[in-house]
């Protein structure tokens, strides 16, 4: 009987003993399960970080790129503007002499004592001069009247 009894002892040690084996073992092997899962989250977040970081980089310089694009935009804007008002000023300025020039030799613009010459002076001076031719016309007549009776008279 105590044959037996060890036998059933010895039997239940063991299986206790493989029982005891076998929850160390599944306890290692849920350990090794939670150290992956651990190592796989590090390297998920560090996969995200490094993403995250590329994104970053990437939106950066597009931001960059459109900044300059958005400068480089401007800059034409403003020389073209320059040129254009180089352009204005040079033809205004040129139109301005043109106009006051056109409007000058059309008469919009007088001077008055011009004006005054054109309008009181030489009506009175041509005035004055028929006046005077008449009377020296009117003088040489009398002369050549008077050579004639003169020349008639001494002729007879």
């Known amino acids: 009987y105590q044959r037996r009894v060890h036998g059933m002892v010895g039997k239940t040690l063991?299986?206790?003993m493989l029982e005891v084996m076998q929850e160390e073992e599944?306890?290692?092997?849920?350990?090794?399960?939670?150290?992956?899962?651990?190592?796989?989250k590090e390297e998920l977040m560090e996969t995200q970080r490094l993403e995250a970081m590329e994104r970053r980089k990437f939106e950066e310089?597009?931001?960059r790129?459109?900044?300059?694009?958005?400068?480089?935009?401007?800059?034409?804007?403003?020389?073209?503007?320059?040129a254009a008002r180089l352009y204005?000023?040079?033809?205004?300025?040129?139109l301005e002499n043109r106009v006051y020039a056109?409007?000058?030799?059309?008469g919009w613009f007088h001077d008055t004592v011009e004006r005054e010459v054109e309008t009181e002076f030489f009506p009175w001076l041509l005035s004055r001069m028929d006046y005077e031719l008449d009377r020296r016309r009117a003088v040489h007549?009398?002369?050549?009247?008077?050579?004639?009776?003169?020349?008639?008279?001494s002729r007879r």
């Open 14 to 16: 063991e299986q206790a």
């Open 26 to 40: 599944l306890e290692a092997m849920r350990q090794q399960q939670l150290q992956f899962e651990q190592k796989r």
């Open 61 to 63: 310089k597009e931001r």
């Open 65 to 82: 790129k459109k900044q300059e694009v958005e400068r480089l935009r401007r800059e034409k804007e403003t020389r073209e503007k320059f």
């Open 88 to 94: 204005a000023q040079h033809f205004l300025k040129n």
């Open 102 to 106: 056109h409007l000058e030799d059309e």
């Open 141 to 153: 007549s009398l002369v050549d009247d008077l050579l004639q009776q003169a020349e008639a008279k």
